[in-house]
């Protein structure tokens, strides 16, 4: 039987239309859909990394969900921490390791809540929802040593702090655990929730499948079950195909955060590309002797970059007013996509410690901020656009994964980091919640 989503379309508004200041980036999405270049900048990413591994002695960056026919992939890219787990392995033994060595590296739930100056002592009635696909039999307790390494207080099942349901809002039957790595997914997505609001409540909704209409199932659950905010880590290249399924993720009372994607400069991804959605992009973050003691730039290395494009498919709604998109532009706001620590049990010599990257890591962060606020549900689409003084403003780097200067987008905001907003970070970066 036909899911009820696959009926659906999206709303008539008037498409937008291709001027002569955007008209390549309307090039450009006419090749990408004729070549499929979303799914293939992915992989290109992991195989070169792949490639320089022997001779850079690092371990290769892997693709956590690699592409399939009319199915989303997240946007994580996952490598292991083979020093750290090295050293947890040789403590288990018995052998003696030096002080510190089992300390994962990268910026914890602590460094989070810094960077950001958030409130995490708040304790909001909120639940964020994470929606993912197939199931990770592993995630209360590789969640349990994730919070227990940064401090965080318990979050287990049996307190019903973490519920996690099938796409239909039941416990049971889970489905079955996929290979490719959303496992690793989802255990992202629920340590960023943690790190952006320790207190919370999390309800995972496992998909059956990463097929668009499993998604949109799991995402209706979601608001049915009384998520403040749902975080959606996932997408694919927009197309008439994916806005058949636009309704699930417009759902009044409750906030859609979206990974904006991981191939920088290119087509949009639904459903960050919806109006309805706040879109998430993606940052590197750095310590600074400044004042706030961080600095951001651009997510863009070898491995892939914060997503931005402007939509061919979604008019551009009344609160967004930048200049040379004439749909919707993303991203909205974006957080930190790079040398990210998780712990996941699950992958044998290549764990339990891993380096996360993507925007996948974004879009728990931004809805973990939205419900820790505990404005998520009265606030609109659009709502970061009337407090962007509440935002730290990203104003270097780019995401043009073309030649690796802007020059993709004329060294516009497109995909050029400006002063206010720019497509690849859009407004900015958590400064507490006020934005949110």
Known sequence: MMSPHARRTAAPASRPTCTAAVRCLCRRAGRLHRLGLAAALAAAAALALAAAAPSSGAPAVRAACPARPRQARCYALYAPQAT????????????????????????????IEHAYKLPVWRTPPATVAVVDAYSTPHLASDLA???TQYGLLACTTATGCLRIVNQHGNPSPLPQPDPAGWGVEE???????????????????????ASFANLAAAEDTAARLGAAAISNSYGARESGFTQAYATAYHHRG???VASSGDSGFTAASFPANLATVTAAGGTQLSRASNPRGWTETVWHNPFGASGSGCSAYVAKPSWQHDPHCPGRTAADVAAVAWNIPIYDSSLGKLGPWLSLGGTSASAPLIAGVYALAGNAATATPGYPYAHPGALFDITAGNNDTFTGTGAACGYDYLCVAKQDYDAPTGLGTPHG????
Do not use: Q
């Not at 992202?188 to 059956?208: G, Q, R």
């Not at 919640?433 to 949110?436: G, P």
């Open 84 to 111: 750290v787990n090295a050293a947890i392995a040789a403590r288990a033994a018995g052998r003696p390791v030096a002080p510190g060595a089992t300390t994962p590296a990268g910026w914890g739930a602590t460094d």
């Open 145 to 147: 040593v994730y919070r």
């Open 187 to 209: 255990t992202l997505d629920v340590a960023m929730v943690s790190a952006a609001c320790p207190h919370c409540k999390i309800l995972v909704v496992e998909a059956s499948t």
């Open 254 to 256: 409750h906030v859609t």
């Open 433 to 436: 919640t006020a934005a949110f």
